[in-house]
């Protein structure tokens, strides 16, 4: 089994030529930006990275009128910040170009990957912050070292081969708490030969060298699972 990394949160880059449409001040937009970003998850682990910042397009949401957070302004184009101030009011339609693009590139590095191997793990990868942020549907909910989002088909014993990992790192961590499922490509979502899980790891668990360090060898032994 190969283990492919998707990564869609790392960047805090807007191109220059749609600037003009949002709302805040440019520096307003990078602390923003900086706050929305899942820091360092591109230097963790190689992967299939989105270059850009999920304020500008999140390739995450789904396109669709059922995507739970249409509710707060954070579809796949963003109208509201993360406290539910606008950020902008009529983003441009070209921008669905960026969305399409890497979803068919992410298809495609995927239907490549299974002509050499019978099996593929995605691993959707993210960060967020110890403390809920304002736009998040469920609060409530436990905020451990490590979230493991699955979807109603996963692979029990992927599963808890992590969970053991995880437990070996002296990592805690909750299944589905506080974010839910993860990200499969569109054209295998009901391929039995992905399996799919999501990683979210809260940011005070990197915040230091020697912590990144240690985040990094996790993630390379998923990488090897």
Known sequence: METIFHIPHSST?????????YSLSIEELKQEANLMCDNRTNEMIEGLIFPYSRLFCDVER?????????????????????????????????????????HNKFNEFVAEKLKHND???IVD????????????????????EICIGL?????????????????DFNYTYAINEPFIGSLLPSNYINDERVHGIMIEIRKDVYDTSEKFEKIKDFLK???EL
């Open 13 to 21: 880059y807007i191109p220059e030529e749609y600037l003009s449409e």
């Open 62 to 102: 789904f396109d669709s009128d059922k995507e739970i957070m249409n509710s707060v302004g954070m579809g796949v184009l963003y109208t509201k910040t993360h406290d539910s101030k606008t950020l902008r009011e009529s983003p441009s339609k070209n921008i669905m170009n960026f969305y399409y693009q890497h």
């Open 119 to 121: 099996e593929i793990l």
């Open 221 to 223: 032994w998923l990488k």
């Open 125 to 144: 990868l993210h960060s967020y912050s110890k403390e809920a942020l304002s736009y998040e549907l469920f609060k409530i909910k436990q905020r451990p």
């Open 151 to 167: 979807n109603e088909r996963f692979n029990k014993l992927l599963l808890e081969k992590l969970i053991y990992k995880i437990k």
